[in-house]
């Protein structure tokens, strides 16, 4: 009997760690759909990248307040994890505090990781009050209705209750170190569970009913951990982990660098080579005939649906973006959420028939208007606000040049544009021997 609880423990495991990996895959399969795109180039510098954006968090300090609150809740995920191992031992093998043959450091460790719990909880204290009572106006757009709000609550929710759980655990513990119940070895040292949670559960003086207390504690913060894990594939706090691949992927060239569509630019330079034969038929390639610009998330390279994945919903490129700021409707976050729902939904698709069966939608129109693409200054504002590289100028340029270039959709304005420079060799309505008119009025 006394092993059923172990065994119970391990099947809860065996059973996250399963849900988790499946998902894994299932976003590693959705993220392969896109194009595949080469970005193994200067890994030194990708590896500066990452340690300096995801890891050192570089960018965040442009909001001091935020950065440091951000940073007591990303520390203390890390290390508070270390505790979480030690849970994960007992609960395999039937111990109790197991790497409390450290002694001392033991101690100092466990007092450590209460303070920065601590930290932790009143982060996300502060955190929902800038959403919900000082309600910063980012967090309060047109994109973060329904879901993505409540979905930022639920993280913040979760958390404060892990903390409490770690310190009415470590604060039952404690009691029932002093009351030298066997099994509770004395070991740990509970700087906050010592005078948050210890002196009520030491009101109680009944040993089973703080054992109990300590039990419950107990599994709620693995269980919670467990269900957290796998709560990440369908929150916005999935970047914890792709921050990482993400920030490594990164751009490396000039932000204000456009890239060139290989099948136009070939073509311009066998239209300039004084040797290529202006009447030789093209040589079509072999398969499905490209699509010039992105229709949906199949022509999008795997980076951009990588950062789709990665978006943390903070809303820095929408606050920087001048046409956001000016009321029109283009939101880079909302451009970032969208290619994401719609990659969600083909995945739904994938997984209902077995393989992706048109469903008569598209990225550009259902679920991104030529109206918010169109509002785009191209400043590149968007991406040097984003705490973690996410480029989502890359995904609008993409879609604009299928609105132009398969469509035939630009605004009026740019189509006469257009039209001038092929018919007069410049963007003016009149022939190149009427120019210098002007200066003869």
């Known amino acids: 009997m006394k092993y059923i609880p172990n065994l119970i423990f391990l099947l809860l495991m065996i059973g996250s760690i399963w849900f988790f990996t499946k998902n894994v895959k299932k976003l590693i399969r959705n993220i392969k759909l896109g194009k595949e795109i080469t970005r193994f180039d200067h890994p030194k510098e990708r590896w500066k990248t990452m340690i300096r954006v995801a890891l050192g968090q570089g960018k965040m300090g442009v909001r001091p307040i935020p950065a440091i609150l951000h940073t007591f809740v990303y520390v203390g995920f890390v290390l508070i994890n270390v505790e979480v191992l030690e849970i994960l031992i007992?609960?395999?093998?039937?111990?109790?505090?197991?790497?409390?043959?450290?002694?001392?450091?033991?101690?100092?460790?466990?007092?450590?990781?209460e303070i920065l719990a601590f930290l932790v909880m009143i982060s996300c204290i502060v955190f929902w009050c800038r959403r919900n009572i000082v309600k910063i106006a980012r967090f309060w757009k047109p994109e973060?209705?329904?879901?993505?709000?409540?979905?930022?609550?639920?993280i913040l929710y979760m958390e404060v209750a892990f903390m409490m759980a770690l310190f009415t655990m470590n604060g039952a513990d404690q009691v029932l170190q002093q009351m030298n119940v066997p099994h509770y070895t004395h070991a740990g040292s509970f700087p906050i569970s010592s005078w948050l949670t210890a002196p009520v559960i030491r009101q109680f003086n009944d040993t089973t009913f703080i054992y109990i207390v300590e039990r419950t504690a107990w599994w709620f913060h693995i269980i919670g951990i467990f269900f957290f894990l796998n709560y990440l594939y369908y929150s916005k706090h999935l970047h914890i982990?792709?921050?990482?691949?993400?920030?490594?992927?990164?751009?490396?060239?000039?932000?204000?660098?456009?890239?060139?569509?290989?099948?136009v630019t070939d073509?311009?330079?066998?239209?300039?080579?004084?040797?290529?034969?202006?009447?030789?038929?093209?040589?079509?390639?072999?398969?499905?005939?490209?699509?010039?610009?992105?229709?949906?998330?199949?022509?999008?390279?795997?980076?951009?649906?990588?950062?789709?994945?990665?978006?943390?919903?903070?809303?820095?490129?929408?606050?920087?973006?001048?046409?956001?700021i000016t009321g029109k409707k283009l939101s880079p976050r909302k451009i970032m959420m969208d290619t994401r729902d719609r990659l969600e939904t083909?995945?739904?698709?994938?997984?209902?028939?077995?393989?992706?069966?048109?469903?008569?939608?598209?990225?550009?129109?259902?679920?991104?208007?030529?109206?918010?693409?169109?509002?785009?200054?191209?400043?590149?504002?968007?991406?040097?606000?984003?705490?973690?590289?996410?480029?989502?100028l890359s995904i609008i340029i993409d879609l604009r040049r299928y609105l132009v270039?398969?469509?035939?959709?630009?605004?009026?304005?740019?189509?006469?544009?257009?039209?001038?420079?092929?018919?007069?060799?410049a963007p003016w309505q009149f022939n190149n021997a009427d120019r210098l008119n002007w200066a003869n009025d």
């Open 267 to 324: 073509e311009v330079k066998m239209m300039m080579d004084p040797n290529a034969d202006p009447y030789a038929t093209p040589t079509e390639p072999q398969g499905e005939a490209e699509t010039f610009g992105a229709k949906d998330v199949f022509d999008l390279n795997q980076i951009q649906l990588l950062n789709a994945y990665t978006c943390t919903e903070c809303g820095r490129c929408s606050s920087e973006c001048p046409a956001n």
């Open 241 to 263: 982990i792709l921050a990482f691949p993400n920030t490594w992927f990164s751009k490396l060239e000039p932000k204000a660098e456009f890239n060139n569509l290989k099948s």
């Open 346 to 392: 083909i995945s739904k698709n994938i997984d209902l028939n077995g393989k992706y069966v048109d469903d008569g939608k598209t990225l550009v129109n259902d679920y991104i208007t030529p109206e918010e693409l169109w509002a785009c200054t191209s400043c590149n504002a968007c991406t040097q606000a984003c705490p973690i590289n996410i480029d989502p």
């Open 144 to 154: 973060m209705k329904g879901w993505p709000k409540e979905d930022a609550n639920y």
């Open 90 to 113: 007992d609960g395999v093998f039937g111990t109790h505090r197991v790497l409390s043959f450290l002694g001392s450091f033991y101690n100092l460790m466990i007092g450590f990781f």
């Open 405 to 425: 270039m398969e469509q035939s959709a630009a605004p009026q304005e740019l189509n006469m544009m257009m039209s001038n420079v092929e018919n007069n060799g």
